[in-house]
């Protein structure tokens, strides 16, 4: 695997996070990357070190997640959500652009909207969402609450559930369920397979899949529809225009929750913009972030 920047170990509530950065703290505004679900600090891949020829570049393994600790807990968007504004308040402290795809979007929608002061601007890539059962008039919420309760019930059952994930974290079972997500197929090589499959087989994978499945389905956090009208910092949304994992008339229901977010659909692309068309989602990223206000550098070295 290519280098992403400096690797480093980070002490979370008694937890290591792995975390990398790349760029000199002069170039411009610091940019901190939120991967999605599944994911790490590899999916990042094309895009860190190209972003760094013009911007400081963090990102970071969720709890659960790549390099980082697996601890068995109730996990939760707000639980990830504390632990990325803890690790900017701990290595960054300037305003920053956080970059989030799938479910790193909704953390960074979550904690732009809680700390209008970290961020400078903010970019989705095909943004997550859940079912929000609360939101609908009853029966409809009840059902809904129920099928994705019934849902995790199914995938968690002890009988099966051990012998399901094994099947999946196998090589050439795994590249086909990515493959599911992208569009540009030819992005799904050995090394990407490698970064998603490496950490299923750490200690506790097994059980923390599930109850990190359990944050998206069954534990309740804020709706972008909420969130979005509250961000008045710039919001740049990118979305695969072909994504079948979260489609694409989504973003339009996000640029309606938020008129001022400037919406790129990406022709051709699947759920993994930033992985499937680096080169592009770059540029895009470092010419959005020049037009913005400028930000303060620090003096110090």
């Known amino acids: 695997m290519v280098a992403l920047g400096i690797p480093g170990e980070w002490t979370w509530q008694g937890w290591p996070i792995h975390y990398t950065k790349a760029g000199e703290d002069r170039r411009g505004l610091p940019i901190l990357l939120i991967h999605g679900f599944g994911a790490s600090v590899g999916h990042w891949r094309r895009n860190i070190l190209a972003l760094a020829e013009e911007h400081p570049v963090y990102a970071l393994d969720l709890l659960g997640f790549g390099n980082s600790a697996k601890p068995i807990l109730n ?3 707000d639980l990830w959500v504390n632990q990325v504004r803890d690790f900017w308040q701990a290595l960054i402290r300037r305003p920053v652009i956080l970059v989030g795809h799938s479910v790193g979007g909704l953390v960074s929608l979550e904690l732009a909207a809680r700390d209008r002061e970290l961020t400078a601007g903010l970019c989705l890539i095909s943004c997550a969402d859940g079912p929000h059962p609360e939101e609908l008039p009853a029966p409809l919420g009840w059902l809904v609450q129920g099928l994705c309760e019934g849902l995790v019930a199914v995938l968690a059952c002890p009988l099966t559930y051990p ?38 087989y ?23 529809r909420l969130l979005l009208p509250t961000i008045h910092k710039p919001i740049l949304l990118l979305w695969g225009q072909e994504d079948p994992a979260v489609p694409s008339f989504l973003a339009d229901k996000f640029k ?46």
């Open 75 to 77: 996990y939760t968007i």
């Open 163 to 200: 012998a399901l994930f094994n099947w999946i974290r196998q090589k050439e079972v795994l590249r086909l369920w990515i493959q599911n997500v992208y569009r540009r197929t030819e992005a799904v090589d050995d090394e990407l397979v490698t970064i998603f499959q490496q950490p299923a």
């Open 202 to 224: 750490d200690a506790n994978a097994q059980q923390v899949f599930i109850e990190a499945l359990k944050a998206i389905l069954t534990r309740r956090f804020t709706s972008p």
């Open 256 to 301: 309606e929750w938020q008129p001022r977010l400037t919406l790129v659909k990406l022709p051709g692309i699947g759920h993994c913009a930033h992985d499937e068309l680096p080169t592009w989602v770059n540029t895009l990223l470092k010419e959005w972030i020049a037009s913005l206000p400028l930000c303060p550098v620090p003096s110090h070295p």
